[in-house]
């Protein structure tokens, strides 16, 4: 298994780190989201990862959000933005 670390980002997304950098030096073109804070972080790194050309799929039991809410509307444009919204059973099995 192979780790990367970037600087940390600075309010929600990576726009200001170097994640996107720090991926492509790695070869790599698929990102799995998952966190804490669904409709704020994971929202935010799916649309700026996506905008960078990535594919973006969001592990969406791995991911939570401050109420119910704020997670069914994450996870509504979860289904708009992301290459695709999978469980983690279905992450693990492709990995």
Not at 1 to 23: M, V
Not at 45 to 62: C, T
Not at 68 to 80: H, K, L, P, S, V
Request: glycine content about 8%.
């Amino acid at each position: 298994e192979n780790t990367i670390i970037t600087s940390p980002h600075k309010i929600f997304g990576p726009e200001s780190n170097d994640l996107a950098l720090q991926l492509r030096k790695n070869g790599i073109d698929t990102v799995i989201l998952a966190g804490m804070n669904a409709n704020l972080c994971v929202d935010s790194h799916l649309r700026e990862l996506v905008e960078s050309g990535f594919h973006v799929h969001v592990a969406a039991d791995a991911t939570g959000a401050p109420g119910q809410e704020a997670y069914d509307a994450a996870i509504t444009n979860f289904g708009f933005v992301a290459d695709r919204t999978m469980s983690t059973a279905e992450v693990l099995e492709e990995l």
